[in-house]
């Protein structure tokens, strides 16, 4: 029997300007990647975080790959990044020809542990020559990619001390944090270069859509030209490198502009949302609730509680799989990317707080247009398996 009941995961509100300004790029034919709103995008997104210049790609993905080369990672570097993370970021650091160091959660937060970054430079590499290599691999190690997941920003001040020290290059994958703040400063401008993702299941969506946000003038410039398949003369065909087709259209910037007039309102949703969910299962058994760290504002994109006994995934996917059979949407976290086939043999950094955190988190519908009555059927539904 299927249930008449579906409350998605996460799902775009679309609520404003948005057929407005998509209808101007439809009424004037500026619908590819020339055009006034990807500009405005741009410096919109760039304004909010604080960053000097942002450039607008087709996708998260394409934003991540860029930001590793126009920051110069080579083939055969090393870059630390979260093990707990969609899968994008690791593939885009492959991309390179380069090699992810995996580095494990801490267990609060569910965020890079900062202090095992630390931990790994310190102990595990070597400075020689102005330059910092790995003393098992033998490989340069390039750059910190830390992923802040699910809405909530990673502790970065140890990190950022750390890569001034060793000369790394600090690549923020702020794709689920837009909005996020950490020490009062926004996610997406606290390291060299950051990426954003807007595709539908994101706080703002523009289908699907990306950007990068740097205040490095020449970084972004080379970003615009690789996006635009690095053509070096504007009436010829002229390449002067190999580039990519991976601009933002105007379609979509029109879309992500009209959403972001709506961020701070969307954010202010998503934390009610935490709160009810937070509030309502106060006191349940067996039971860990998302929370932030005193430091942190988060946007909490995606509600993810832990659930049951350590060592065991069997209550959490329980619970999933019962909300599912009733028309709640609900997940489990990434399996940590050090687990996954093609990243069995690549170096991993920590001990098991990740796979712990694979095992027992659920993730809990938290779209914007979430109604009290579906919040309070998932509550329902949440305190009925934990009687059980
Ligand atoms: C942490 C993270 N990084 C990167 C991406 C990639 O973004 P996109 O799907 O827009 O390519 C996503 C999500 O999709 C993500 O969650």
């Given at each position: 029997?299927?249930?008449?009941?579906?409350?998605?995961?996460?799902?775009?509100?679309?609520?404003?300007?948005?057929?407005?300004?998509?209808?101007?790029?439809?009424?004037?034919?500026?619908?590819?990647?020339?055009?006034?709103?990807?500009?405005?995008?741009?410096?919109?997104?760039?304004?909010?975080?604080?960053?000097?210049?942002?450039?607008?790609?087709?996708?998260?993905?394409?934003?991540?790959?860029?930001?590793l080369l126009v920051a110069g990672i080579e083939?055969?570097d090393?870059?630390?990044?979260?093990?707990?993370?969609?899968?994008?970021?690791?593939?885009?650091?492959?991309?390179?020809?380069?090699?992810?160091?995996?580095?494990?959660?801490?267990?609060?937060?569910?965020?890079?542990?900062?202090?095992?970054?630390?931990?790994?430079?310190?102990?595990?590499?070597?400075?020689?020559?102005?330059?910092?290599?790995?003393?098992?691999?033998?490989?340069?190690?390039k750059a910190?990619?830390?992923?802040?997941?699910?809405?909530?920003?990673?502790?970065?001040?140890?990190?950022?001390?750390?890569?001034?020290?060793?000369?790394?290059i600090?690549?923020?994958?702020?794709?689920?944090?837009?909005?996020?703040?950490?020490?009062?400063?926004?996610?997406?401008?606290?390291?060299?270069?950051?990426?954003?993702?807007?595709?539908?299941?994101?706080?703002?969506?523009?289908?699907?859509?990306?950007?990068?946000?740097?205040?490095?003038?020449?970084w972004?410039?080379?970003?615009?030209?690789?996006?635009?398949?690095?053509?070096?003369?504007?009436?010829?065909?002229?390449?002067?490198?190999?580039?990519?087709?991976?601009?933002?259209?105007?379609?979509?910037?029109?879309?992500?502009?009209?959403?972001?007039?709506?961020?701070?309102?969307?954010?202010?949703?998503?934390?009610?949302?935490?709160?009810?969910?937070?509030?309502?299962?106060?006191?349940?058994?067996?039971?860990?609730?998302?929370?932030?760290?005193?430091?942190?504002?988060?946007?909490?994109?995606?509600?993810?509680?832990?659930?049951?006994?350590?060592?065991?995934?069997?209550?959490?996917?329980?619970?999933?799989?019962?909300?599912?059979?009733?028309?709640?949407?609900?997940?489990?976290?990434?399996?940590?990317?050090?687990?996954?086939?093609?990243?069995?043999?690549?170096?991993?950094?920590?001990?098991?707080?990740?796979?712990?955190?694979?095992?027992?988190?659920?993730?809990?519908?938290?779209?914007?247009?979430?109604?009290?009555?579906?919040?309070?059927?998932?509550?329902?539904?949440?305190?009925?398996?934990?009687?059980?």
């Open positions: 029997m299927t249930s008449k009941v579906d409350i998605p995961l996460s799902v775009p509100e679309i609520s404003g300007n948005e057929w407005k300004y998509i209808k101007e790029c439809l009424d004037t034919n500026w619908v590819s990647y020339l055009g006034s709103f990807v500009d405005q995008f741009e410096d919109t997104i760039a304004d909010y975080v604080g960053a000097k210049h942002g450039v607008a790609t087709v996708n998260g993905t394409a934003a991540l790959h860029t930001a083939a055969e090393e870059v630390l990044v979260s093990t707990l993370t969609f899968i994008a970021p690791v593939n885009a650091i492959r991309y390179m020809g380069a090699w992810p160091v995996f580095i494990d959660s801490e267990p609060k937060y569910l965020q890079m542990d900062a202090n095992k970054v630390v931990e790994f430079l310190e102990r595990e590499c070597r400075w020689t020559s102005g330059a910092l290599y790995n003393k098992v691999t033998g490989r340069r190690i910190i990619l830390p992923v802040h997941i699910l809405g909530h920003p990673v502790d970065m001040d140890p990190i950022v001390e750390i890569a001034r020290k060793y000369d790394l600090v690549i923020e994958d702020a794709a689920e944090s837009l909005g996020a703040r950490y020490k009062g400063k926004k996610v997406g401008h606290l390291g060299d270069i950051s990426c954003f993702s807007f595709n539908g299941n994101k706080v703002i969506t523009t289908g699907g859509g990306g950007m990068i946000a740097t205040d490095n003038e020449s972004a410039l080379r970003a615009k030209h690789l996006t635009t398949q690095a053509k070096s003369d504007k009436l010829e065909y002229l390449h002067d490198e190999i580039g990519y087709n991976y601009r933002m259209n105007n379609i979509q910037a029109a879309m992500g502009l009209a959403q972001m007039e709506k961020l701070n309102e969307f954010i202010d949703k998503k934390r009610q949302i935490a709160a009810t969910y937070s509030e309502g299962l106060k006191g349940v058994p067996n039971l860990v609730l998302m929370c932030e760290d005193e430091h942190a504002h988060s946007t909490y994109w995606l509600y993810t509680l832990l659930v049951g006994q350590l060592d065991s995934k069997q209550s959490s996917r329980e619970l999933i799989k019962q909300m599912n059979q009733i028309g709640i949407h609900s997940r489990p976290l990434w399996l940590p990317a050090h687990l996954q086939k093609m990243y069995g043999d690549c170096l991993f950094y920590g001990t098991n707080c990740a796979e712990n955190l694979y095992d027992l988190a659920v993730q809990l519908p938290s779209s914007v247009g979430l109604t009290d009555d579906q919040a309070n059927y998932v509550l329902t539904a949440i305190r009925d398996n934990c009687k059980q």
